[in-house]
């Protein structure tokens, strides 16, 4: 298709070339490693020792007819500190480079076969202009779809036209991730992104920059 969403030929891939399987399991595997690498991990709760308050004991042992009780930080308490307590922690993790790179292609293999991708020859976008960029999703169908457009390379007026639309994220074909591909109910390929795609010149995976993946380009 071009900008203005008319079909300017045909594209003829064998999505073997792709990826020769598709492993449900090392698709899951790597996206659940993604999303684990973008915990902040920040959550902390007080023990009975770091809240604030007396160690003094409430009222006297016996004679009170209320249940014995200590202090006023015990977890039992309101205001009193956390029994199991959550602390700080990294929850990043890694597969072997080769397995996330070929999530990766697994990932857009699954898209090409299900029929969630569309080809564009070009956007037309020579400046920044989030208006053009609406106006050419808005023709190719994709008005309030979420989607990811891949390009060949970073495209900088592409990217800064749909960095404000809500639910578009556009990424160079090299940065993309099994869950970047993934998550997105549509995916936007340049031919030009896809021929790189199609002669196994893109790395793909993300691998260096795993602990961040899944945010915007």
């Known amino acids: 298709m071009d900008a203005s969403g008319k079909e300017v030929g045909t594209y003829e891939i064998d999505t073997n070339v792709i990826a020769d399987r598709i492993s449900k399991q090392l698709l899951h595997d790597v996206v659940v490693m993604y999303q684990a690498n973008k915990r902040q991990g920040s959550h902390n709760t007080r ?6 308050g007396t160690n003094k004991k409430m009222y006297r042992q016996k004679g009170t007819g209320n ?45 090409v076969d299900d029929g969630e991708v569309v080809l564009i020859d070009s956007f037309g976008i020579d400046s920044p202009k989030t208006s053009q960029l609406e106006k050419v999703l808005h023709c190719l169908g994709l008005k309030g779809v979420t989607t990811l457009i891949a390009t060949s390379e970073d495209d900088v007026a592409v990217y800064k ?18 869950l970047s591909v993934l998550t997105p109910k549509k995916v936007v390929f340049t031919i030009a992104a896809m021929d790189k795609i199609k002669d196994g010149t893109f790395a793909g995976g993300c691998v260096g920059e795993l602990i961040a993946a899944g945010g915007d380009a």
């Open 161 to 178: 036209s749909g960095r404000n639309i809500q639910g578009v994220c556009v990424e160079p074909v090299r940065q993309l991730n099994a």
């Open 67 to 111: 249940a014995r009780a200590g202090s006023k930080r015990t977890n039992i308490r309101r205001g009193g500190g956390v029994a199991r307590t959550v602390k700080p922690r990294d929850y990043s993790y890694r597969h072997p480079k080769k397995a996330i790179k070929l999530a990766t292609r697994m990932a857009i293999r699954s898209r």
């Open 47 to 52: 023990t009975r020792g770091q809240v604030s």
